[in-house]
């Protein structure tokens, strides 16, 4: 039986996983820890307030729930790892060198870490960018990713501990509003319009990213994790993306469906992260190894998206 830890359980990824891991592994103890949990315990599931930097709480954790699988996904995104760099080091490399660190001691058998689009920078073609292409960020938050991948992978050689890993893009879900990512302006749009309100955005209208919907990542995580170790030929930086799509396209698509939507342009600091990534990425390798591949369409997703949204705001209206 599995007993399974999340770190930065109630952001945006952690709330779709727990939902996921309750559907998909029934019997399995879930651990949902953050730094700071709901006052509401969530049912079905075991809620601790844990700081990962905090390595004797998280080792006690680990030997409470005699844990056996980590999903780390406690850390600090890339628009607020730029404005304190300092911070973002210090959760999203010493703690999850220091997880990984204690998860080998405590004999835990895997840890996922998802990565992300941002370990590629400047100067690289952008288009279909494969696991292959350099890896040269020049933001914090790109470092520490590239940084948990290449401790994923030691740690895996050195210990034998099974780490492994997705690079996402822009994830797009209706769960839980996004921190400070800077594919956010995605998700903020889709909650404007369904409000019947104006939208800033602070990309270009011609900025393309790679994206996939929040179910499409919540698979990959779970196939991931179940995955044969003897096909992984890449642990911990296997690309996984949907479709690209620019906040141009994205309005138009939107307001075919909310059609007096307003969407206006004010590019700001997060333009320049933004041109340092890919514009589209190449998933071939999480196909050929573990056969995934995205259901969601962009018009499904951007259909899925209204109606869930529409539905939250009709509860929140009915219970007024
Ligand atoms: N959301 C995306 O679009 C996206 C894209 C690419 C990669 N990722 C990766 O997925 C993972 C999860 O991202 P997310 O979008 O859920 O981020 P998020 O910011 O929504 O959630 C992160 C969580 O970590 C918690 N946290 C912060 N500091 C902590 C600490 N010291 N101890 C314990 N918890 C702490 C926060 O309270 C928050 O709940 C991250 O590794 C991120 O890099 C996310």
Request: net charge neutral; hydrophobic share 40%.
């Given at each position: 039986?599995e ?10 990824v952690g709330?779709?996983l ?9 019997g ?7 730094i ?11 809620q601790?307030v ?9 080792r ?8 056996t699988?980590?999903?780390h ?14 911070l973002?080091?210090d959760i999203?490399?010493?703690?999850t ?11 835990v058998?895997s840890?996922?870490?998802?990565s ?9 073609s952008r288009?279909?960018v ?12 790109g470092?520490?990713?590239v ?10 050689m ?6 492994r ?5 822009g ?7 996004p921190?400070?990512g ?16 104006p ?12 994206m996939?919907y ?5 698979t ?5 994790s ?28 939107i307001?075919r469906?909310i059609?007096g ?11 320049n992260i ?12 999480a196909?050929?190894d ?14 899925d998206?209204i109606?869930?949204?529409?539905a ?7 219970a007024v």
């Amino acid at each position: 039986m599995e007993n399974i830890l999340i770190t930065g359980a109630f952001g945006q990824v952690g709330t779709d996983l727990i939902l996921a891991l309750k559907e998909n592994k029934p019997g399995a103890t879930i651990v949902a820890s953050d730094i700071r949990i709901p006052e509401k315990p969530k049912p079905g599931i075991q809620q601790v307030v844990l700081d990962v930097r905090d390595q004797e709480e998280l080792r006690k954790t680990i030997s409470r729930y005699n844990i056996t699988k980590i999903y780390h996904l406690a850390s600090i995104l890339s628009a607020s790892a730029e404005k304190d760099p300092f911070l973002a080091y210090d959760i999203n490399i010493n703690a999850t060198f220091g997880l990984l660190k204690t998860a080998y001691k405590e004999h835990v058998r895997s840890v996922i870490i998802p990565s992300s689009i941002a370990v590629y920078g400047p100067g690289i073609s952008r288009d279909m960018v494969g696991s292959g292409v350099p890896t040269v960020p020049q933001t914090m938050y790109g470092i520490s990713k590239v940084t948990g991948e290449l401790l994923g992978n030691y740690f895996s050689m050195k210990f034998g501990l099974d780490v492994r890993g997705v690079r996402f893009p822009g994830l797009i879900s209706y769960e839980t509003v996004p921190t400070a990512g800077t594919t956010d302006y995605a998700v903020e749009m889709f909650i404007k319009a369904v409000e019947g309100k104006p939208y800033s955005c602070y990309l270009r209208p011609d900025t393309f990213l790679p994206m996939m919907y929040m179910p499409d990542a919540m698979t990959s995580l779970l196939m991931l994790s179940d995955a044969d170790s003897g096909r992984l030929k890449n642990r911990m930086s296997y690309n996984v993306a949907a479709y690209s799509f620019s906040p141009e396209q994205l309005a138009a698509a939107i307001k075919r469906h909310i059609p007096g939507f307003e969407v206006s342009y004010n590019a700001d600091e997060r333009q320049n992260i933004a041109d340092g990534w890919p514009r589209s990425l190449d998933s071939s390798e999480a196909m050929r190894d573990w056969g995934f591949s995205p259901q969601y369409t962009f018009d499904a997703m951007v259909s899925d998206m209204i109606s869930n949204l529409q539905a939250i705001k009709g509860r929140r209206q009915n219970a007024v």
